[in-house]
């Protein structure tokens, strides 16, 4: 352990001090830079935000959400935590993705997870790593058991370990298209995209799976079968019950209504909502 003399904890203190100067010195040349590109730069910022893209990515530093995808600032709504979780009693990114989808009506929502994750390579230690980060892996842990036949017979323990990585991501992004926000959304706008002229010819948000690289600094995106999760899952996940039919039928029990008042099955318009070029 290393033992702090009086002199060496000044030492720390002022250097810690110097180093925050030099962030500051730094910001402000960044700020007027910035200026110097585009004058009106910061005048744009005045009137707020209208961003497309949710960013939902892990804390590690070598993944910067802008900057790896060439977004300047005022267009991605960010939020970061260990292993780009999406986790549905978690307030802080439920709310960022109900202010994400309801209030900025973003079109794009991007789960990028990352290889040499430190969340998900912890997840596969048998390790306590003590409240709250070990409940916040078991999440990891969670997901390593639905796919575990598939990890298993995945004898490299980094080939194991990327892989996992990629199916986290993908499993958050059917964690997004679980929650009640985004499917009211995406049938609204399935059927927006339907009226003749519209702006938008596909459902939005669209959910992609990312997973980035940070030894090449290379992003690829990953398939995500929205189609067969909402077919084997919906009866379980699917959440307008606006009509149940009195006998129990197999399907369809949650129906709604499209502008016409013809009632359909809300798993169909969600199917349909996949077939839009968003999606592809
Ligand atoms: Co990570």
């Not at 802080?92 to 900025?104: E, G, H, P, R, T």
């Not at 129906?255 to 016409?260: F, G, P, T």
């Amino acid at each position: 352990m290393v033992r702090l003399t009086r002199f060496s904890l000044l030492s720390s203190i002022h250097n810690l001090h110097q180093c925050l100067d030099s962030l500051l010195q730094a910001n402000k040349a960044w700020a007027n830079r910035m200026k110097a590109n585009d004058p009106m730069f910061f005048e744009e910022h005045k009137k707020g935000h209208a961003p497309k893209i949710l960013w939902i990515g892990c804390s590690d530093a070598r993944v910067p959400a802008n900057e790896m995808i060439g977004e300047p600032p005022g267009s991605v709504f960010v939020h970061r935590n260990i292993a780009n979780q999406v986790v549905q009693t978690d307030f802080n990114c439920m709310s960022v993705i109900q202010y994400a989808v309801d209030v900025l009506q973003v079109k794009h929502i991007i789960v990028c997870g990352h290889y040499d994750c430190g969340g998900v390579k912890a997840a596969l230690t048998n390790v306590d790593h003590k409240s709250p980060l070990e409940n916040w892996l078991r999440n990891i842990r969670d997901t390593y058991r639905l796919h575990k036949d598939e990890l298993d017979a995945i004898k490299d323990l980094t080939g194991r370990q990327r892989r996992l990585v990629e199916l986290n991501v993908v499993e958050q992004c059917l964690n997004i298209f679980k929650t009640a926000v985004v499917q009211k959304r995406r049938v609204q706008t399935h059927f927006d995209a339907l009226e003749p002229g519209s702006d938008i010819p596909f459902s939005t948000p669209v959910i992609h799976a990312f997973v980035y690289e940070p030894t090449t600094g290379e992003a690829t995106k990953l398939r995500v079968d929205f189609k067969q999760y909402l077919t084997e899952l919906h009866d379980i996940y699917d959440l307008y019950k606006m009509e149940k039919e009195e006998e129990p039928t197999p399907l369809p029990t949650t129906m709604i209504q499209d502008k016409d008042g013809n009632e359909e099955c809300v798993t169909d318009v969600l199917t349909k909502s996949l077939s839009g070029e968003g999606d592809m």
